[in-house]
């Protein structure tokens, strides 16, 4: 018996790229990730543009293909390898898997009533047998989102970026997924409100047994909503454990750089030890051994020939060869 | 300290097919040389409109209110912004005393034109420089904004450097008409946070070595902490509380700084609750009366909020507060 909802072994998605028949080359926008995602967990997947955050999360949805390796979905209902889903399963399985979109104002038509916004997924996927229905089901997600009757009936430019993305959750959560993958859900949204959309999610997990995988590229708001991180780069996991147990200690190398980096709201913190030379290489351009170490202020020679594997210690899983003596040179 | 740019009681709205919008009100500050100032305020506060009106560069649709007054201060004298006219008056201000740095630098640069042409273009427009000499002038300054092998990024397209290397050489243009007033328009929020801490410190550096005065738009606190000496914060259009960085962010006074810096969410303490501001930003077609921030502010203190705009009060010296929580203490 396991407990996990979604279980991935040696994930990877690559793209060929340029077309024809030599196109030979590759990009491997999420190379061998394995994880673990519990049930009920709010999931977390940090990293730069590029490191292949919205890729890992597309692939659990399987709106990606799968190039190798496995994702196993378990809801205690039914279970599904993603890697092989055939039609009627995988019809089934866009049921209980939904994505959340970052920008609130691209993901909404304008032609389309609130109401009908939210109707949408149900008469695509038929899973209700009549208008009455649609309309019951719309008006209860719409309260827990709370969005009124009188918004139903209004089109989304009438309505402000926190209101559209409460639109947008209540879109994605009609369906009565398990599984709600948000990808930067709250990017485009202004502090003051933020902070108020990211109480609804958490809300919302709670009351309906939800899993989410957030992904995000700001730490700050990681670190208060989720009860587990995972760090990518460059298409790679490189560290994963639970939120705090890597806020308070972080073992990789780019994840302190990550930290060191956000700018701190004392204006007399001068933290300028850790930052980071250089930029995330190009995923099609990748550099042998340890993908970080192009930037990595403590590479030596093994983290250029032989590329680190991620190791458990403490339930706080890292990939880097030197961990442990820089833990101790240079204590976080 | 000498003022290099003061604006008063700058009101602006413009005119669109749903009616009149106000997008700034009565907003008067002045920046000293060599000051960096924050502009900080979420989307719709209108701090981007106020940057662009130092430049006059807001679209036709624009009306000024008879009021406004910008002054620039020019080493010839000084200079009234609005009543600029004709393109030639207009140099002075956009791209001459001062520069402007975008959000987006792949959309502020031309694609089918080499960054160097890009950057020799505008020294020739704007100084008496000779192609030779422009083109050496960029090369240095590509090269003192970090950009490795500067001689061969020179000849290169938009569309062939990184994201940080953009916003890089989008600052080096900036920089090398020498201007006296530098906008940075959240030159940090679309680069990643690693990159963000370089372009920081770059700036930080070109601050310290160039001494311009700077204001730094943007939505984010932590940036203007680590950036800016004095704040200004903006909801709805108006000015709503202004002071050195320091007293703002550790003693902030008005309402919605107070809430803004409640709504981050800190990484110090991982268990504090969220606490949003409460309500929406209203629509800019349905201000609200008296108090702009009156509609989502927990410490309404009586009808006057509703009915009366706050004038601002002077806390001490350098910082200012429009709220009516604070009369008494003015008066």
């Known amino acids: 018996m396991s407990d996990s909802l979604i279980r991935a072994s040696g994930l990877s998605v690559h793209f060929p790229i340029g077309s024809g028949l030599f196109a030979k080359q590759l990009l491997k926008a999420v190379d061998n990730v394995s994880l673990e995602i519990e049930k009920g967990s709010f999931f977390g997947l940090v990293g730069e543009s590029g490191s292949g955050k919205t890729t890992l999360g597309r692939a659990l949805l399987n709106a990606v293909p799968i190039s190798a390796g496995t994702a196993h979905y378990d809801d205690g209902e039914v279970a599904y390898d993603l890697q092989e889903l055939d039609g009627a399963e995988l019809k089934d399985y866009r049921t209980r898997a939904q994505l959340i979109f970052q920008d609130p104002y691209a993901a909404l038509s304008p032609r389309m009533t609130v109401r009908d916004i939210i109707a949408e997924p149900l008469e695509v996927m038929g899973l209700t047998k009549g208008r009455a229905e649609t309309d019951e089901r719309v008006r209860e997600i719409a309260a827990r989102c709370r969005l009124n009757l009188e918004h139903l009936r209004r089109f989304p430019h009438a309505f402000s970026g926190g209101q559209r993305q409460r639109i947008s959750i209540a879109r994605a959560l009609v369906s009565g997924p398990k599984f709600v993958v948000a990808d930067e859900s709250v990017a485009a949204l202004d502090v003051s409100i933020q902070a108020d959309v990211l109480n609804l999610l958490k809300q919302l997990q709670d009351e309906l047994g939800l899993t989410f995988m957030f992904i995000s590229h700001d730490l700050s708001v990681v670190a208060h909503t989720c009860d587990h991180v995972a760090v990518m780069y460059l298409g790679r996991l490189i560290e994963t454990a639970p939120t705090r147990k890597l806020f308070e200690a972080p073992r990789h190398p780019y994840t302190k750089a990550l930290f060191s980096a956000i700018p701190s709201l004392d204006p007399d913190d001068d933290k300028t030890a850790q930052k980071l030379a250089g930029e995330i290489p190009s995923p099609t351009d990748q550099p042998p051994g340890c993908k970080f170490q192009t930037r990595c202020p403590h590479a030596i020679d093994i983290c250029k020939a032989q590329e680190p594997v991620l190791a458990t210690e403490d339930g706080h899983d890292v990939a880097c060869h030197r961990w442990k003596e820089l833990m101790e040179l240079v204590p976080a | ?331």
């Not at chain 2, 036709?60 to 209110?65: D, L, P």
């Open chain 2, 1 to 331: 300290m000498t003022p290099l740019i003061e604006v008063d009681n700058l009101t602006l709205q413009f005119r669109t097919d749903e009616g009149l919008i106000t997008a700034v009100e009565d907003v008067s500050f002045t920046l000293m040389k060599g000051e960096v100032m924050g502009l900080v305020g979420e989307s719709g506060s209108g701090k981007s409109v106020t940057a662009k009106a130092l430049m006059h560069l807001n679209a036709r649709n624009a009306i000024y209110s008879p009021e406004s007054r910008i002054t620039l201060h020019t080493d010839t004298g000084p200079v009234d912004v609005l009543s600029l006219r004709t393109p030639r008056e207009l140099n002075v201000v956009r791209g001459g005393a001062i520069s402007m740095i975008f959000q987006e630098p792949m959309a502020s640069f031309a694609p089918a034109i080499s960054i160097g042409k890009q950057m020799v273009e505008q020294l020739l427009l704007h100084s008496d420089m000779s192609k030779a000499t422009a083109k050496s002038v960029s090369i240095e300054m590509l090269d003192r904004v970090g950009i490795s092998d500067a001689a061969r990024r020179f000849d290169q397209y938009a569309f062939e450097l990184s994201g940080g290397m953009r916003q890089r050489a989008m600052i080096a243009m900036a920089l090398s008409t020498n201007p006296t007033l530098l906008i940075a328009d959240e030159p940090t929020t679309a680069l990643d946070v690693t990159i963000q801490a370089q372009v920081i410190d770059l700036m930080k550096d070109l601050v310290s070595e160039f001494g311009m005065g700077i204001i730094f738009i943007t939505h984010d606190l932590g940036v203007v902490a680590q950036t800016a000496d004095r704040v200004n914060v903006m909801y709805l259009g108006r000015l709503v509380e202004e002071g050195p960085v320091r007293e703002v962010i550790r003693n902030p006074r008005h309402p919605y700084t107070q809430g803004l810096i409640a709504a981050l969410p800190k990484l110090e303490d991982l268990d504090a609750p969220l606490t949003p501001v409460p309500g929406d930003i209203p629509s800019p077609l349905e201000r609200p009366s008296g108090c702009v921030f009156n509609t989502r502010c927990s410490q309404v203190v009586g009808e006057e909020c509703r009915a009366l705009v706050p004038a601002s009060c002077r806390l001490d010296e350098m910082h200012s507060v429009a709220c009516h929580i604070y009369r008494e203490a003015a008066e």
